[in-house]
């Protein structure tokens, strides 16, 4: 059964700190990998999407890597501010043309 | 244009109503998907059309009717709901179906009284 389990479920931080989601799947056969920041109420925004060659992918402060041999991926955020409060979704698609496989999010709260 | 639309924004409606929700998108997609998504869950598929067909419809009971009019519109139809069918309702599209990135609308905030 294809997975995707995202840790940690929240994750409180100060601003101006750094911190690291994870991702790992048991999607089969991998396609490609997305993490979405989603706002409360809000539909999911890409933040990035990488296939099975990318191993890092940068969108600003958020850099995203990914092993493929492990399965794992993580989402890096540099110098957090209050607006990266949100919930974060890492998204798996299989090459068979089935959907997507969600991970269950990880909310981050970002503190003054 | 590079949005996905969706109206209402928000929607109230009892068990024994009909509304319908609406979306847009000008990208030339010829995916659209409809999800639907509880508080601190992530989105679950309901339905996807590709090239204006139903191609996957996830079990959803019949009391929700999707209709795709149009390679840039999704129509999802609503009728006699319950109220655990309260969520955000959350339309997306792509270039084709599963390939490519998905690209998700604002979403409706529906409360079924």
């Known amino acids: 059964k294809n997975q995707v389990e995202q840790s940690p479920q929240s994750l409180i931080i100060l601003e101006g700190k750094n911190c690291t989601l994870q991702c790992n799947y048991t999607v089969s056969p991998f396609s490609n990998l997305r993490w979405y920041k989603q706002d409360t109420g809000r539909g999911p925004v890409s933040l990035t999407i990488?296939?099975?060659?990318?191993n890092t992918k940068s969108n600003g402060r958020y850099t995203a890597t990914l092993d493929a041999d492990t399965k794992q991926s993580s989402l890096h955020i540099t110098a957090s501010q209050l607006s990266d409060s949100a919930s974060y979704i890492c998204?798996?698609?299989?090459?068979?043309?089935?959907?997507?496989?969600f991970g269950g999010g990880t909310r981050l709260m970002v503190k003054p | 244009d590079t949005e996905v639309t969706q109206t209402p924004k928000h929607l109230v409606m009892g068990m024994t109503n009909k509304k319908s929700l609406k979306c847009e998108q000008h990208m030339g997609h010829r995916a659209m998907y409809w999800y639907k998504q509880k508080a601190k869950k992530p989105p679950e598929l309901m339905f996807v059309y590709s090239y204006e067909k139903l191609s996957i419809n996830e079990s959803v009971p019949s009391r929700f009717s999707p209709e795709c009019p149009n390679s840039s519109l999704l129509n999802l139809h609503l009728h006699a709901l319950q109220p655990e069918d309260s969520a955000l309702y959350l339309c997306?599209?792509?270039?084709?179906?599963?390939?490519?990135?998905?690209?998700f609308g604002p979403g409706t905030r529906l409360t079924v009284l």
């Open positions: 998204v798996v698609s299989n090459n068979a043309g089935n959907m997507l496989t």
């Open positions: 997306a599209s792509s270039q084709v179906r599963a390939v490519g990135e998905q690209f």
């Open positions: 990488m296939t099975f060659s990318e």
